[in-house]
């Protein structure tokens, strides 16, 4: 396999290290997860089917892939609908003040979709401000939660990420492919069915299903407001987590058929995305002024009443953390009190929030972009390997994350062994103890190696792991628009690879990366689902914390939680749009 | 000071693609060197192969008597160019021209005046504080030459670097690369496939073809004596006649000619009668003859080019010619249609064995 001469070097080192870290926390979870899934708890160890069976045979848990497929797919196709339109008008017509709507989308794109659900519950739930409202009329609102909840929220969150990617798309469609059109005798709907649509639709197949993985992983969202209606990240969730005792074979089989879902759609994709037109960008489509007075008018009222629907729940968010909260109530008061309690209460929380996102963007983007390096320029079946890798997280969920990481290190590789008099006595004394970290642990009857249930690593693993694949894929392509004749150039010059690496390469990819760490910065932040599996009171995070507080009913403390964690975000988004020199994101 | 590089029996593979077969090559201390050939010759390869991107999988490469094979990219001490210049977009100019520089742990001082220098020499002074984005190409090129030879390289590897420059300011830095070159006086391989910049630059040139060298001579050799119809053809234009050997005696040859009277050449090898020999008349090679005498063509398209005056014509062959004459010393300029009377200058042509299409001229060598 080597070639004559090969050298063991510095990048060869690296791909060790990636296939190590890959191998230990997501192949092996895979390869554990898919067995587990074909082993039932009345049989461990022998291969059965029993849990397929099981799940296809039970009603209850074929409505939940019912459940989830049914919501996700009308979500997506609403969603879709929505953000092509939006793209549509503020790309090609004049919307006064689209500055501000623009910011106003994005930040709601960048607040967690459960924060949407939240306030939605606040506002038209049971006991909502909105239904007591309307209630004092007489006017009985129709119920938010379950179905319609669900979909409302992935809608009004969802849309965005469409919106984003058609407006991409549609701002290099070049605008003399529309004046052609014109000058051929389209108009009207016949150019955008004919011509602007059919451009982009590469776009918006791949956006719709992008849209569909992220909803159908979607755990906060029905867990909140979908009350009975179960989906499958619920399910999986409960299964592991059930009070008589969680069922880790189910749980996997369940998780099982998730990614089978997931990878049917990520290959749909995959396919769709590969088909894109290319188009020469002399001239860039620009804004036009609406003549018709009566179209500008709903032109105008679409764009900000869907705006408004979707920074709404943000907006009553943030309003609501300065509202006084007394036994459950909230009062009409203004205070700061939610904000005290916040810090006083939570703020282990906060910390923690700041230390694993820290701890796990530095190794994101470090190791990222090494391994980038790598899969680009040092092409070899080992870097192949890699690249498959950094393509499994797409189709793996959160809570699927967690439960695999929790299979595989909750007590770690435990080997059974006898400790001699002395030893024994300290274990017996400390309970446990701990070599370097969590990596070696000893109980009175076993070596555990790896055992990270409950530690703070466990979390920032899934987070790397998870993300740092999406920065591996972004620096590759950056890496790809730089000519390798610069890192010959620096070798030409008496630099060695690795030099050459840091003194050039990655100086030059840095505005790329430093952009696309800030976004990963910004979801890691507002990770729920797999921290959720993952966390107990020592480790629990700002979302994880935020997500017990509603669960509990104390609103006032989580909506503080979400603003803190909201100003956080806008923060970093100012910081990326400074650096990145941009006022838009570019998905 | 400047080294010699010797290339011995070299041999490039790529999976089971063949690109160099065997190649050895000598260049000396001091000269410029170019490898010329189509796209596709092996000729960046073999340029990649001394700075140590490509691997040898035969043979050796040496510096002076030290053999590279084994060295690393960054330990061959040479200076590059390369075709898209791959200046470091995130560094000033000068920082461009000092990272070299600052890798050999020279005093401050030391620097800071080999850079002052140099960009003296490729006259970039004013600009140094521009990133790269800022300059243009006749600009970005300065900096990478400047940047390659500051360090003082043993040998200065030069990859097509005028490629991507506009025709004026292409002639306009060929010359300055030339005189900064000789200045230094560093052993430079340059990589083209433009003949024109090829015989305009070197010392030697050594024309490329599918992995082999075909002839290595200087550009006045190269041109007017090419050992074989490959380099005939590859530089400059020649039209293609086949010829058959008449009588061979006291050193002159006669060649009967498919149409028109014979001609008789001297200095040819032995040859046997009757064979049939190439022969090749570059479109200056013709001379226009007075009426009756010579090969009569009929002009069939005329193309007046500044300079020159560019025809084809019909010579009866079955095939059309190309003739050219020079505008300052041309007495008529010919219409389409018109009827003329051309002969070959005897002692410019080239006339190659029919088989192996090398050169049938005493004296001519390859010198591969």
Redesign the interface.
Known sequence: MF?K?Y?FDFWSFMTVVSLVFFGLFLIYPVIHLVMNAFQSVENPGHLSADNFIRFVTTPYYRGAVWNSVKVTFIATILASVIGVSMAYITTNFKIAGIKALNIAIIMSMFSPPFIGAYSWILMFGRAGAITKFFANFGIDLPPIYGFNGILLVFTLHLFIYMYMYTKGALKKVDKSLDEAAESLGDHGLKKILKISLPLVTPTILSGGAIIFLRAFADYGTPRLIGEGYTTMPVLVYNEWLSEEGGDAFFASSIAFIMIFIAIVVFLLQMYFSRKNYNMSMLNPPVAKKIKNPVGAVFAHLYVYLVTFLAFLPVLYCVMLSFREVRHGIIQTTWTLDNYVQAWNKMGRAIGNTFKYGIIAIVVIVVFGTMFAYITVRRKNIFSRILDACAQMPYVISGTIFGLMLLICYNTGFSFQTTFSPDMAARIANERTVLILGHVIVLTKDAVNILALGGTGTIIILSYIVRRLPYTLRSSASILRQI?P??D??????????V??FF??TM??M?PGIVSGAILSWITLIQELSSTLMLYNNRTATITVSMFQQVSKGAYGVASALATILMVVVVLSMLLFFRLTGNTDVDM | MAVAIHIKNTKKQYEDNVVIRDLSLDIKPGELFTLLGPSGCGKTTLLRMI???N?IEAGTIAFDDKVIN?I?????????V???Y?????MTVYRNIE??LK??KLPKEEIKQRVAEIMETVQITQYKDRYPDKLSGGQQQRV?LA??IV?KPQVL?MDEPLSNLDAKLRIEMREAIRDIQKKIGITTVYVTHDQEEALAISDRIAVMNKGDIQQIEAPEQIYLRPYNTFVADFIGHSNRILGVVKEQSGGRTTVRMPSGPDIVVENLKPLKKDEEILVYVRPEEFTFEAEGSGIKATVLVKRFLGKYIQYIMDCGLGYNVEVSADTSSAEHIFSEGDTVYLGVNTRRINLFDKQTETTLIEGVESNV
Request: overall charge positive; hydrophobic content about 35%.
């Open positions: 070639k001469g050298r000519s004749s610069i010959e150039a620096s070798a030409s010059l008496g630099y060695s690879s030099p050459t003194k050039v100086p030059v840095t | 700075a140590g991107f691997s084994r690393p990219v960054y330990k061959r001490n040479f200076g590059m390369f075709q898209n791959a200046i470091f977009p995130n990272y070299g890798n050999k990478a940047r390659a360090v590897l």
